[in-house]
């Protein structure tokens, strides 16, 4: 039945919801991007908090200390007696303190000093390690406090020329020699000079001392090792000249031996009391012999104008190996560590290496020649004996098998010794 006409509305269609907006579509490219980074980021957290749980990471060891750059080159370097400390002389008469460490970043600058007025020309530690000495060109020497680098005691005009080398006899003795060769010990108690001799014609390059504290022994820009009896208080004798400068000075084979480098390359051995000739000589092929450091009774350690530090052994007399280079600099002074781990030098480059030599002391050289290697290289001795950019760096050449020491008719390598005889 149809229903009544006042019932039907006819004349309006009724009225609808409006339809839902459709909603915006994206592009597929950007919502897989935005997705992504949300994953990578949620990944990142989460490995954020693996470390957290696992905790800091482990230190980097190193072979031997990171090099230490300086802002002037150092003339000379100390190590302490019985710490990882040492303190460095530069040419502006600055002194620096570093402790130094194999783990990576932990060396580190302890204080500085500016107290000389010109070049620092020779630090040395006292025995006990708490005090420092240290001389300048200024002609002064200076006494200063280890942990704090403070100046403790100054003598001003302590020479007439300017001081280029010392040497710590005991607690309160101490040597110092100048440019004109003038030696002067000196009692620090009282501050006053014991001794005040001049007996070389030019600079006094080194110092050394027996182990009875008796005897000095100098070396001389004249070519002559001068000999002085502490005890006495006198002058005993000069050595024959030799040939250029003699540069440094050292005791070896437990005291027997007394070895001079010189500025020719040519190292001269004396016998203990037969001070006026040499007893040998043997000539390594280096520009010079500048420093030497005693590292056994039979091994020492030279440095030299051509940037290289040498282990060279004593009867028979033979250029072991390379310890190491300042590649094209001349270096001034090397030192060994308190441990003797380390051989430390510093050079022209402005650098303080530190160089690996626990292996040095095992160590044996036999008579026999070895073979000259054919690039004429010499025998790398630590990983980075030939610079850190060389192609061979990190490679420390295996030892010599047995029977190619014992074979016959091998070439004499020219850095050896013409006799070897003790």
């Not at 502006?92 to 194999?102: K, R, T, V």
């Not at 400068?245 to 027997?256: E, F, Y």
Request: aromatic letters at 6%; charged letters at 35%; one cysteine or more.
């Amino acid at each position: 039945m149809a229903a009544p006409a006042e019932h039907v509305e006819t004349s309006d269609p009724p009225e609808m919801d409006p339809e839902p907006e459709a909603p915006e579509t994206s592009d597929p490219e950007t919502s897989d991007r935005e997705q992504k980074e949300e994953e990578e980021e949620k990944e990142k957290e989460e490995d954020d908090d693996e470390d957290d749980e696992e905790g800091p990471q482990e230190p980097i060891i190193r072979d031997t200390p990171a090099d230490i750059k300086l802002e002037a080159i150092a003339n000379t370097v100390a190590l302490h007696p019985t710490r990882d400390l040492l303190v460095c002389g530069d040419v502006d008469g600055d002194l620096y303190a570093y402790a130094y460490s194999c783990t990576e970043g932990e060396t580190r600058e302890l204080w500085s000093s500016g107290h000389h007025l010109k070049s620092c020309r020779q630090v040395r530690f006292s025995a006990d390690g708490l005090q420092l000495y240290s001389v300048s060109r200024d002609k002064a020497i200076h006494l200063l406090d280890v942990e704090r680098g403070q100046l403790v005691t100054r003598i001003r005009g302590a020479h007439g020329a300017p001081i280029n080398s010392l040497l710590l006899v005991d607690e309160n003795i101490l040597a110092t020699g100048d440019d004109g060769g003038t030696l002067k010990v000196w009692d620090m108690r009282k501050g006053t000079a014991i001794m005040d001799l001049k007996q070389h014609e030019d600079y006094i390059s080194d110092i050394a001392v027996d182990a009875a504290k008796r005897i000095l022994l100098t070396t001389s820009g004249d070519g002559t090792m001068g000999v002085f009896n502490i005890k006495r208080r006198r002058f005993e004798l000069l050595s024959e000249y030799q040939t250029g400068d003699l540069t440094s000075v050292a005791l070896m084979k437990r005291g027997k031996k007394v070895i001079c480098g010189s500025s020719e390359g040519t190292i001269y051995i004396f016998n203990w009391n037969g001070f006026g000739a040499t007893s040998d000589r043997f000539t390594i092929k280096a520009e010079s012999v500048e420093c030497i450091a005693p590292i056994t009774d039979n091994i020492m350690c030279t440095a030299s104008m051509d940037g290289y530090i040498r282990a060279v052994n004593l009867f028979p007399n033979r250029v072991i190996g390379c310890i190491g280079q300042h590649v094209g600099e001349p270096v001034e002074e090397i030192n060994k560590s308190w441990d003797s781990r380390f051989l430390v030098s510093s050079a022209h480059d402005q650098l303080i290496k530190f160089w690996d030599i626990s292996d040095l002391k095992n160590t044996k050289v036999t008579e026999y020649r070895k073979r000259k290697k054919k690039d004429g290289r010499m025998k790398s001795l630590t990983k980075k004996a030939h610079g850190e950019n060389d192609f061979f760096a990190g490679l420390v050449e295996e030892p010599e098998k047995k029977k190619e020491e014992e074979e016959e008719g091998e070439e004499e390598e020219e850095e050896d010794s013409d006799s070897g005889s003790d």
